[in-house]
């Protein structure tokens, strides 16, 4: 079956420009987490959703990035005033259930570039 | 100090070569241990599962978890140029808050095995 997509997979913006990427999981997967790559460093938590639950936005860097997910499926994350140090990779992933031990299958991510 | 420590290498090896990669930690709450395989703008996928401490083996590929040092290590014997890519070690902790599993992500060691 389709793996988890990510759109688009390059973006370049310039500085206080606002961009979404959006991430479409896997069919049935309840559970999606956004996490951005830097160069040199490993990944770094977002956000998580769960079903229909409040999300986990605690790996947010600041209140310029936010993130949705409508109807249990398909989530856009936003960043507003794009600076140059978010540019970076933004990684989605889905999981098909809550819990500990459940696996995470990413996407190919969305490179951002902030001019 | 990082949560997981991770050398970035870059290592290169020759075909056939056994390969050793690391990461060292220092929440003694992690449970699941993971190794993940990242090719060239790709997304990371799962390649070796541990829960707790032992060894685990599948195919050319053994991961071990050594919690009395918080220490994990990934061999790969055999060697193969298409084994060419970034490995990331990651781990998290089963208090779960929401269900969420966030996975706490090694830097990536990037390798090159030359034929």
């Known amino acids: 079956g389709a793996g988890v997509s990510q759109s688009p997979s390059n973006k370049v913006t310039e500085k206080g420009k606002d961009v979404e990427l959006r991430c479409d999981p896997i069919?049935?997967?309840?559970?999606l987490y956004w996490y951005r790559q830097s160069l040199g460093q490993g990944l770094e938590f977002l956000i998580y959703f769960q079903g229909n639950s409040a999300p986990d936005k605690s790996g947010l860097p600041s209140d310029r990035f936010s993130a949705e997910r409508t109807g249990g499926s398909v989530s856009t994350l936003t960043i507003q005033r794009t600076q140059q140090e978010d540019s970076a990779v933004y990684l989605c992933?889905?999981?098909?259930?809550?819990?500990?031990?459940?696996?995470?299958?990413f996407g190919p991510g969305t490179r951002l570039t902030v001019l | 100090q990082k949560e997981v420590e991770q050398d970035p290498g870059p290592l290169s090896v020759p075909e056939g070569a056994i390969v050793s990669l690391n990461c060292t930690y220092s929440n003694s709450a992690f449970q699941y241990f993971m190794w993940y395989r990242q090719y060239s703008r790709k997304g990371p996928e799962l390649l070796m599962y541990t829960y707790s401490s032992g060894n685990k083996e599948d195919g050319r590929f053994t991961a071990q978890v050594d919690k009395s040092s918080k220490y994990i290590s990934l061999f790969i014997r055999d060697s193969q140029p298409s084994d060419s890519a970034t490995y990331l070690c990651a781990m998290s902790d089963p208090q779960l808050i929401q269900g969420a599993q966030k996975l706490v992500f090694g830097q990536g060691t990037r390798l090159t095995i030359n034929p």
């Open positions: 992933a889905s999981a098909r259930r809550q819990g500990g031990g459940d696996t995470q299958y």
């Open positions: 069919s049935g997967h309840t559970a």
